[in-house]
């Protein structure tokens, strides 16, 4: 039975040579049971190549270190190159490329940072779209004197600032491959993710190599060589970045279409977080959406964006196509609890917002600031996870404009963008309603997408209104889990992915999300009782629910300045929910966190209750 792996008559899944093979003709009838349709989207541009195989033959004029089987041995994405006939589209693909189209794009429009560079310090906070470009053909310049080539894997691990997306940039232009590292880990995830990339190249900072375990065993044994954007004092294994200003212009190489261009992880709430890899092609069979004219909420020209995700998500090579295309003028915003957040807001007046879930539930004070601060802001939107219903109706409030929307798009790493939903100010208007509007996080893309929700046990459709495993049919798909593809393969059911989330898909298409697979309770959602009780309780800052096998599940909740938990307050908002043991309040800052800021829930049920287990299997996470 055909499981969403093309395989050749060896039963492997197919290699970039056997794609190569099958598009030149080269496959004699009867050697393969094939790819199905939608592993061989039909387009004329940008035809397959073997640049892999070129690199392998020496054809490179550089020495070329060995490619990992994992850059050649993928699952295709499936393309889509627009939405209509009437769309409007991506000026590019390869993220090499975004600073250059986005300097034709509007050369003078200014992007501006909240801090200095780590890579530049000397340099301007605040560049326009020409200027950027400029810094990404130097930093291009600088990797390849320290040594990189293309096909290398260069792994970033450095403190969250928009430099990260130069860094990405400058990789991809040289034809190597960026791996984006969150920062928020310790060395239990994150040496088994470096292990993974196959003897990267390591960019890093002091700071980062003490949290994450660097030593010199690590860059002995994991990488080629291991480069810090500051100085690091006796360690004569790591080098600085700035040995390698000095260097000569260097031509863009990219890697082509269907071909690997970017690792970035999954957020790693149920444990070590998995590396996804996309090329182009995926990339921006995602970006169309995010590209297009929709109407009210369609990103503009004269927009002012003021953005706040972490900078090595997946999300920001989407970000960047769309970002190159339109020209917005953007301010990127790196820690959210910084002074500088309402400072650049205070002066930019942003008028489209986009920032996570939980940095939106931290900016609730500073959305009730007298100044005014989102007066002008026409559009928030929400990517990752579902909003809490409070958080929105504290922003709309926040704006001055007559119709402002909020757009909550429920994504995935592996994805991109799984559903949209518009919210206006009268959906969010009912307090503590259960069941929460925000639980229902939206709808397909219609004519691109498509939704079910199947038995976890049999597999099997669900009917309408019941709970299942979601799963999603739409182009741009992943092509693989770096050194776990076993993993990625048991979520694909030929076009469809098991998102590891259950849900409810209601008669109208929309879906509404109950709760990860592993994290479910008895008796009731999670998530919903989570967002009614920060809802009902003005003074919480954060709530988690976590379940726990054979006992009550468990609320640990932090507030305001700390103030106690009041027991009136707490039997009065959970007085219709599902029964929960007596809940814990510890520190909003006691919560560990992911680099997109979700609850790590695992780390924080093995913290509070030692050796207790979730209800859920975890076997889709």
Known sequence: MFDGR?????????????????????????????????????RTEDPVTSSAEKAAAGD??????????????????????????????????????????????????????????????????????????????????????????????????????????????????????????????????????????????LIT??????????????????????????PVADRPDVVQLDDFKDAPPVQPNMREFSEPMVITHTSGTTGIPKLVMHSAESIYSLAILEVERWPGFALKRSDTVAFCDPYTHERLATMQLAMAAIGPKVIFLSDPLSPRVRELIAEHRPTLVEALPNIYLAWEPLARDPAGLFSNVREYVNSFDAIHTRTIRTFMAATK??????????????????????????????KGHRPPPTQLIGWPMPFHAKMRAIDPVTGKEVPRGEVGLIEIDQPGRCLAYVGEQDRHDL???????????????????????????????????????????????????????????????????????????????????????????????????????????????????????????????????
């Open 60 to 201: 490179d004029v550089e020495s070329q270190r060995p490619i990992p089987r994992f850059l050649t041995h993928f699952t295709p994405t499936r393309y889509r190159r627009r939405l209509s006939p009437f769309s409007r589209l991506p000026k590019h693909s390869k993220i090499g490329e975004t600073w250059h189209v986005a300097a034709k794009t509007a050369p003078d429009e200014l992007v501006i940072a909240d801090r200095a560079l780590d890579i530049d310090r000397d340099g301007p906070a605040s560049r326009t779209y020409t200027e950027w470009a400029a810094l990404v053909d130097r930093v291009a310049a600088w990797l390849h004197h320290a040594g990189v080539r293309p096909w290398d894997r260069v792994a970033v691990l450095k403190a969250n600032h928009m430099d990260i997306v130069i860094l990405e940039c400058a990789i991809a232009r040289i034809g190597a491959i960026p791996c984006m590292f969150s920062g928020s880990y310790g060395p239990e995830a994150m040496i088994p993710m470096l292990k993974r990339l196959e003897r990267a190249f």
């Open 491 to 621: 979520k694909v059911n030929g076009s469809w992915w098991n998102t590891g989330d259950l849900g409810i898909i209601n008669k109208w298409g929309a879906v509404r999300i109950v709760d990860r697979e592993i994290d479910r309770i008895p008796g009731g959602s999670a998530i919903e009782f989570e967002d009614l009780i920060l809802d009902r309780i003005d003074y919480t800052t954060e709530v988690v629910v976590l379940p726990r096998a054979g006992e009550l599940p468990v609320p640990v909740v932090s507030t305001l300045d700390d103030v106690p938990l009041s027991k009136e307050d707490w039997t009065r908002a959970v007085a219709d929910l599902s029964p929960m043991a007596e809940p814990i309040q510890i520190r909003w800052d006691e919560f560990p966190r992911t680099g997109t800021w979700k609850i790590r829930r695992v780390a924080l049920r093995e913290r509070l209750f030692s050796g207790s287990q979730a209800i859920g299997i975890g076997r889709w996470t």
């Open 6 to 42: 093309a395989r050749n008559v060896a039963g492997q899944p197919w290699s970039t040579q056997d794609y190569i093979d099958m598009v030149t003709g080269k496959l004699a009838a009867g050697e393969t049971d094939g790819p199905p349709a939608f592993l061989c989207p039909r």
């Open 205 to 230: 900072d002091r700071h980062h190599i003490d949290k994450c375990g660097i030593t010199a065993e690590v860059t002995a044994d994991l990488t080629v060589r291991t480069i810090s954007v500051d």
């Open 401 to 430: 404009r007559r119709f402002p929307i909020w757009v909550q798009s429920w994504s995935q790493t592996e994805n991109g963008a799984l559903a949209i939903r518009p919210f206006f100010r009268f959906v969010v208007r009912r």
